[in-house]
């Protein structure tokens, strides 16, 4: 056998199996790239058409459609935000078709700090897609009695810039 074939043979025993997680792990990555880079058209191909956007304020929940017109101004100007994952969890259901999946990870944000992703993903046409996003603050135990008050006591408005966009 030549030196050629062995090494790539240790490559393909190494390398990791393209299977439905490590699929759905590489679009999540995908995701964070494009927001990073406020790559739009990148970002937005991750979604199903009728895909949601759950954001931390009360008043963030988008379609696709709302949420493309909140983030593409921002996009447009290059600002787009950087949430690096960790701690990534990924259920594929266990149904014959193997098509849906959910998913868990917390990330860091310069400006919030530790928050967490989740949401739920939908085979479509072979291509993972995200169905439904939700961007979440991670709330100590010990803090949310504050925090619950200090929503209590705010109206709900508009949402405003978010600090991290």
Same mark, same amino acid.
């Given at each position: 056998m030549s030196v050629i074939a062995l090494a790539l043979a240790a490559v393909l025993q190494t390398a990791p199996a393209d299977t439905a997680e490590t699929q759905i792990g590489a679009v999540l990555d995908r995701l964070n790239v494009a927001s990073t880079a406020a790559d739009a058209p990148a970002y937005f191909a991750l979604f199903t058409s009728d895909a949601r956007?759950?954001?931390?304020?009360?008043?963030e929940r988008w379609s696709m459609s709302e949420f493309r017109a909140f983030v593409e101004p921002y996009f447009a100007r290059g600002k787009g935000w950087t949430y690096t994952p960790s701690d990534r969890v990924i259920? =594929? /259901?266990?149904? &014959?078709?193997?098509? =849906? /999946?959910?998913? &868990?990870?917390?990330l860091t944000n310069a400006a919030y700090g530790e928050?967490?992703?989740s949401g739920v993903l939908r085979l479509v046409d072979?291509?993972?897609k995200i169905e439904q996003y939700v961007l979440s603050f991670a709330v100590p135990n010990d803090a949310s009695k504050a925090v619950v008050?200090?929503?209590?006591?705010?109206?709900?408005?508009?949402?405003?810039?978010?600090a991290s966009h």
């Open positions: 956007f759950i954001g931390t304020d009360r008043t259920t =594929v /259901a266990d149904i &014959d078709c193997r098509c =849906v /999946a959910w998913f &868990d990870e917390q928050t967490r992703g072979g291509q993972w008050a200090a929503i209590a006591a705010t109206p709900p408005a508009a949402p405003a810039e978010p």
